[in-house]
């Protein structure tokens, strides 16, 4: 596993560049609507620039120092561009992810077929891949590039996938079945193939995904919105308590200024959480593209934060690949070394997995100079030896080898062996049949060897549970989540290693349909359901499926179904996608919790500023006991605007996600961000104005 | 000053002895099981016969608003013009005139939405005949349909999935028949006893131990006491309210009317723990509630009791705490708890002059008015409770990483607008009204009214502000209690508290029904270790927090230029 490094510096100074000249950009009133904290924000500072030109002009002086107002200007300008600039990178920062996968699919030259209305006469033409359109055909040969996603329809190919997932060991794609589908960018290692295209040019998963954080085509989430109206009623509040100030000041004999209004305007409305909340959605979308995941939808990635129920292969996800010998089990009479010897003549020409698992482990045990030994140091050559094979058939459901001196060795199921043995009247030892019940009562299949059906022993075949994989359920359920374990082998079987594992619940024997029926039951009672599929008979269960993840190397049909893309096919990343949708949520309310509890502070700060020029009394409401009005005033707003850069790197990060239990979540991420929120704004206000002190 | 805090602290134990059981039973009513008043059944189904109703009919929350809606509308005509024309109807004994039309909307609308804001007299301003068939039945179906809106809550929320919220016109008779009316009877012989009148004759006249001649106004008071607390609605037969010695003679009367303006907010709590079979989630709810009126109560008594700093420089002795605006048989610890009792609970009614409390004690009943769910009114202090539960859990549903839920439904955008409108909506009648007064003052002392602006304010500056934004925060809450000394009667004060008090009644009961009729109808999510408990002391804690921050967001400045001015001025 070499997995390439896709991580990018927080502050890349290439981003950074682009990110000031788009925070600029962004500044335009028509992209700025869209934001309506921030909007408001930038109203107020255009009225600030009209109070200073109007000062300048007529020498105005109830409206306070001119430098006074200069100066709020520019904190306030500022402000509007840190939210910019926090958009702006996180947009940066997603685009460089994408361009990073985009580039691996630039113009490349395409053998497209060109098969004028004859069958016969195939003739192939050189195009540049951005001229492919959908359904049209095209020839890669070993060492081409794949010029644009596709499926197979001819012939069989190795490829290197690495420039897409990152992993360096070639993998094999061919016509039909479920590893039908080619990712354009990718390198054809040997053999040929041809393959039809699929989608339209700007249309590929990874086009949408780069649309997906661009500002322009970028919808907010129905969970954003939802945010949005709730700090658009805070900012209509605070434009209340504003524009109310004003009659209740003339009342009181308190002449405010303009710069006093604006000032405690803007530092009350939520603009911390306004300035960065669309930075948020896009870190979120980034995050599931630096975890090589593919998200059709924002909204795919919230709703996995939700799921309540995960579908899981076994094999693969919960077990390493296939089942393994551990044991073997050689009869009363038989010698170890002796059985050893057997099982291997057995399994030379048995190239499934177990088969190979079964070579491997009496490698291991075996003495030096044995049979195994030489097979294994290539001595004796599996092809040069005189022996016969016998295949695996359904009928005999077993297989093994006829040595030239005309010994039968099987293997096979034990029932399958046990009948040949009875026929030949050999008996069945009663420590072999202990020992194949208690194999398969742990979980494990067991597999019968005889010579000349005479049964010489057991070898056990075990599911290897990949390591960690339990800490990673448990961590699951405590974030609430059912794990479900769907596996084609019997109920007995799977509920050993649905324990073993960790899981909530299996599915044995299953069958396709059985998943949809799952993931439709839980859905009636009101769960999401997340799954991951690859092949063509899992499209219906992707589509079903709340979240459904389709592996990249699954058929078109499959990805078309799901809501994401995972371009490692790595059955575990359901859940590293669960915690990226947890900790989108999480990072959002946070930091709206900081946002309102800041407005504690900045109250105390300014209402006692504005007033303690008629109403003396209120000097005891300054209880940070700062200088002066133009202090606490400038102090505040000046920590309004620091804010929002210093919480830049949490905001694309993410807050951390820890699997604790709501409520005991909640009591930490309220003490944090809320208690934390009240606080510090008191004391940044206080140093801040401490400065100022030095130069006022 | 031991005794006086025995008396405040037995009377709240006392409220929640009976609060609890009262709980209970009002659950089984709505349940439909089996109680002891099941007697009533042959006249309720009588009032469902004449009025070709079905009680048993499921209603739609748009259905169950738009039949509470009509009907407020036709009680609000049917008082409007009664009010205007009292005089030219029976039971007039004191031959009292027919109210002008701006003071008759006030009045007429002030009821409708179970509150007192009384810009009249009782002795004066309103018949016998008003009295009893316009304020007094008021009294008993707008604290009916306030039960009744809280319930089709209830009912949404105790559902998996379900349109039906409840039928609001069984909802409204079985509140009526089963609730309001028994413990009216027995609280309203309880007063007659004590000394409240309960005769239709008219003024009597006696001679004081100076000589003079007084005319004492009389008339069928007890039941009326009874309801106006009961039903949380406040209105006073006098109008000093109860202060008044015939309305309130005794310290055993003020305990009692505290006792039956609490039970009913209580009480309903409590129900809605074995209706909804949440116990738990009650029990929460108030201790949170409880909670936030201490939080006002203690300041508030101890400054009450404390006295007055002004009259300490005075070098005056104040063994007594602060008695001015005060009854001397309930004095200031009574008084204190009374004070905040009537603005947390909407009711209005006053035992002491409000305008006389210290400067924090005006802070407390601004802010329990403000924030108005601390138990608040018969049914809507907990519809009010309910908006900041929908924010809580919004807020703290993006902080434990899931899209926001509540009793298994996901809160979404449009149920966000609504809590964020009625929420807004307070916040813009309160400093929208009290801007706008002040404006005036400021702007145009002089406008020919009745009571010109400039007139408007018994005492300037701090205090002056502070009675402005009273009665708009009153009017707001639907409480109905005055700082008084504000000149109101008149047609500015008529027609912009008429309206505050329309919408703030009926907005706040429209958007927690329609977001939990938007709610019952989405899917159902079960709960799972994931979801965030909304029945847990974190979640209390979390609702008490946006609760205090969200109005003192709204309303710190106005505060601060009012009685937080005032207090530290008169340090």
């Known amino acids: ?696 | 000053m031991n005794t006086e805090l025995f008396g405040v602290i037995m009377t709240f134990l006392i409220t929640l002895l009976i609060a609890f059981p009262l709980g209970k039973y009002i659950a089984r009513v709505f349940k439909g099981e089996r109680t002891i008043t099941d007697f009533m059944n042959p006249v309720e189904r009588f009032i469902f016969r004449v009025s070709g109703i079905n009680p048993n009919a499921s209603m739609d929350w748009k259905q169950f608003l738009k039949a509470m809606l009509s009907i407020n509308m036709l009680w609000f005509v049917y008082a409007f013009f009664t009010l205007m024309f009292q005089d030219k109807l029976p039971l007039n004994p004191d031959g009292n005139p027919g109210q002008t039309p701006d003071l008759a909307f006030n009045t007429a609308i002030s009821f409708l939405v179970n509150c007192n804001l009384q810009h009249y007299s009782g002795e004066t301003g309103v018949t016998y005949f008003t009295q009893l068939f316009v304020l007094a039945f008021l009294q008993f179906v707008t604290a009916a349909t306030g039960i009744a809106a809280l319930v089709a809550l209830f009912n949404g929320i105790k559902e998996k999935t379900t349109n039906n919220l409840g039928n609001f016109w069984n909802l409204l008779v079985k509140t009526t028949t089963r609730i309001l009316l028994p413990i009216c009877i027995v609280a309203a012989i309880l007063l007659a006893f004590n000394g409240t009148p309960a005769s239709f004759d008219g003024k009597d006249s006696i001679v004081t131990l100076q000589g003079d001649s007084v005319q004492v106004s009389r008339g069928p008071a007890a039941g009326f006491v009874a309801i106006k607390h009961l039903g949380t609605n406040g209105g006073g037969w006098f109008g000093a309210n109860s202060a008044h010695p015939l309305e309130n003679p005794n310290y055993f009367t003020a305990m009692l009317e505290l006792i039956l303006q609490t039970i009913i907010p209580i009480a309903m709590i409590f129900a809605m723990g074995f209706y909804i079979q949440r116990k738990k989630f009650a029990y929460v709810i108030f201790g949170v509630m409880t909670v936030g009126m201490l939080c006002l109560l203690i300041p508030t008594i101890a400054t009450e009791l404390h006295g007055n700093p002004a009259i300490a420089k005075l070098g005056a002795s104040q063994a007594t705490g602060a008695m001015e605006g005060k009854e001397v048989r309930f004095g200031p610890a009574l008084s204190g708890y009374w004070s905040i009792i009537t603005t947390i609970i909407s009711t209005g009614s006053i035992n002491s002059m409000h305008d006389s409390s210290m400067a924090i004690s005006g802070l407390m009943q601004l802010l329990a008015m403000m924030i108005n769910a601390f138990y608040g009114g018969c049914g809507v202090g907990i519809l009010n409770y309910y908006i900041y539960i929908i924010i809580a859990v919004f807020i703290s549903g993006l902080m434990v990483g899931r899209t926001p839920e509540f009793m298994g439904h996901k809160v979404e955008a449009r149920e966000i607008k609504i809590a964020s409108m009625v929420w807004l909506l307070s916040a813009i009648l309160v400093k929208g009204g009290a801007a706008l007064a002040a404006y005036m003052v400021a702007h145009h002392p002089d406008v020919a009214w009745a009571v010109k602006p400039s007139a408007w304010l018994n005492n300037p500056s701090y205090h002056g502000f502070s009675e402005m934004l009273y009665e708009f925060t009153s009017s707001n809450a639907n409480n109905g209690s005055g700082f008084e000394g504000l000149g109101d009667n008149n047609i500015f004060w008529n027609v912009s508290t008429g309206i505050v008090l329309i919408l703030a009644r009926f907005i706040p009961i429209i958007g927690p029904i329609a977001i939990v009729g938007l709610l019952a109808n989405k899917k159902f999510i079960p709960e799972s270790p994931g979801t965030l408990r909304t029945d847990s002391l974190t979640f209390g804690a979390m609702t008490f927090a946006v609760i205090v921050i969200v109005n003192a967001l709204s309303f710190f400045p106005a505060l601060a230029l009012g009685p937080i001015a005032e207090y530290f001025s008169l340090q």
């Open chain 1, 1 to 696: 596993m070499s997995k390439r490094k896709r991580e990018i510096k927080l502050f890349e100074p290439a981003l950074v560049n682009t990110a000031i000249k788009q925070s600029f950009i962004k500044l335009s009133p028509r992209l700025m609507v869209k934001n309506p904290v921030m909007f408001t924000v930038e109203v107020g500072t255009f009225v600030m620039l009209a109070v200073v030109i109007w000062q300048m002009i007529t020498h105005d002086a109830t409206q306070g120092a001119l430098w006074y107002n200069i100066v709020v200007f520019a904190i306030l300008f500022v402000t509007v561009l840190f939210a910019n600039f926090a958009e702006a990178l996180a947009e940066a920062r997603g685009k460089a992810q994408a361009e990073s996968l985009r580039k691996t699919r630039e113009e490349t030259p395409a053998k497209m077929v060109v098969s004028p209305g004859d069958i016969y006469v195939k003739e192939i033409k050189v195009v540049p891949s951005s001229q492919l359109r959908l359904n049209d055909r095209f020839v890669c040969e070993t060492g081409d590039v794949i010029p644009m996603d596709g499926e197979i329809i001819e012939g069989i190919a190795t490829i290197d996938e690495s420039a897409i997932t990152g992993e360096s060991a070639p993998v094999i794609r061919e016509a039909g079945g479920d590893k039908s589908s080619v990712t354009g960018g990718t390198k054809v290692l040997s053999d040929r193939i041809v393959v039809q295209v699929t989608t339209q040019p700007g249309e590929t998963f990874l086009d949408k995904m780069i649309a997906l954080v661009e500002g322009a085509s970028r919808q907010k989430t129905p969970n954003e919105i939802a945010l949005t109206i709730l700090l658009a009623a805070f900012t209509l509040i605070f434009i209340i308590v504003c524009v109310t100030l004003k009659p209740f000041a003339d009342y009181a004999n308190t002449p405010i200024t303009i710069a006093a209004f604006i000032s405690l305007f803007v530092c009350l409305i939520p603009t911390t959480i306004g300035g960065l909340l669309s930075a948020i959605g896009i870190a979120g979308m980034d995050r599931a593209l630096r975890a090589n995941v593919i998200s059709k939808s924002g909204k795919a990635v919230e709703t996995a934060g939700d799921v309540d129920v995960l579908l899981l292969d076994k094999t693969g996800t919960i077990t390493i690949g296939n089942r393994k010998a551990t044991h073997f089990y050689p009869a009363k009479n038989v010698a170890e070394s002796e059985f050893i010897d057997l099982v291997v003549y057995s399994s030379l020409a048995d190239d499934t997995p177990e088969g190979k698992s079964i070579v491997e482990l009496a490698a291991k045990q075996s003495s030096p100079n044995s049979t195994v030994d030489q097979f294994r140091h290539q001595k004796l050559s599996v092809q040069a030896a005189p022996l016969t094979f016998i295949k695996f058939t359904a009928e005999t459901r077993s297989s093994g080898v006829d040595l030239p001196n005309g010994t039968k060795i099987r293997k096979g199921a034990f029932d399958a062996i046990r009948n040949l043995s009875m026929k030949a009247g050999n008996g069945m030892p009663l420590e072999v049949e202990d020992r194949v019940k208690k194999i398969s009562s742990d979980g494990g299949t067991p597999l019968v060897v005889s010579v000349d059906n005479e049964i010489k022993g057991v070898i056990e075949l075990q599911d290897i549970i990949k390591p960690g994989i339990q800490e990673r359920f448990a961590r699951l359920r405590k974030m609430g989540v059912k794990t479900v374990m769907v596996t084609g082998d019997n109920p007995l079987t799977a509920k050993y290693i649905a324990e073993k594992a960790g899981v909530d619940d299996f599915i044995a024997e299953a069958k396709p349909e059985d998943k949809m029926n799952y993931i439709r039951k839980e859905q009636a009672t009101g769960k999401l359901v997340a799954m991951m599929g690859d092949g063509t008979n899992d499209a219906p269960a992707l589509a079903q499926a709340d979240v459904g993840v389709a592996m990249n190397s699954g058929t078109q049909a499959a990805k078309e179904a799901g809501n994401m893309v995972d371009l490692d096919n790595d059955p575990t990343k359901l859940i590293e996608v669960v915690e990226i949708g947890k900790q989108l949520l999480i990072t959002r309310g946070t930091l709206t919790t900081f946002s309102i509890a800041n407005d504690v502070a900045k109250y105390f700060a300014i209402v006692p500023a504005l007033f303690i020029a008629s109403i003396p009394a209120l000097q005891h409401l300054n209880i940070m006991g700062l200088k002066s009005p133009e202090s606490a005033i400038l102090s505040a707003i000046i920590f309004n605007a620091i804010i929002i850069p210093m919480l830049i790197p949490l905001a694309l990060k993410g807050v951390a996600y820890k699997p604790i239990g709501a409520s005991a979540l909640l009591r930490r991420n309220l003490l944090i961000y809320g208690v934390g929120g009240v606080i510090v704004p008191f004391i940044g206000i206080k140093l801040i104005d401490m400065l100022l002190g030095l130069f006022m």
